[in-house]
């Protein structure tokens, strides 16, 4: 049985880290395109290129300038993903990178 729920733990992160990376990617994409509206808890980076952090973000988005024109989004999520097994007790704890230019 703890072999099994180990197994299941692994598969759990490894498609845990795989879906929110991709989540990670279209939410800065979304707010790249200037969407952001439609995320909950998400706005607009400012004048200065840094947004307030939306919720269940471990930064606020940071909007780098680029030389000519528009800018690079950055932003972190950080996840963690729920334990089935007892090898591992804390569970799956990380963090995902989306990036998305700006035009």
Not at 3 to 12: A, D, E, G, N, R
Not at 31 to 57: D, F, H, V
Not at 67 to 80: D, M, Q, Y
Request: proline letters at 10%; a neutral charge.
């Amino acid at each position: 049985m703890i072999l099994f729920l180990s197994v299941m733990q692994l598969t759990l992160g490894v498609y845990g880290r795989l879906t929110a990376a991709q989540q990670t990617q279209g939410a800065v994409a979304f707010a790249a395109m200037g969407l952001s509206a439609g995320l909950p808890g998400a706005n607009s980076p400012n004048a200065s290129g840094i947004s307030s952090s939306p919720p269940g973000w471990s930064s606020p988005l940071i909007a780098m300038p680029l030389p000519g024109g528009g800018s690079v989004l950055v932003g972190t999520r950080e996840t963690t993903s729920p334990t089935i097994s007892p090898l591992l007790p804390l569970g799956d704890h990380f963090f995902s990178t989306g990036i998305a230019v700006q035009e």
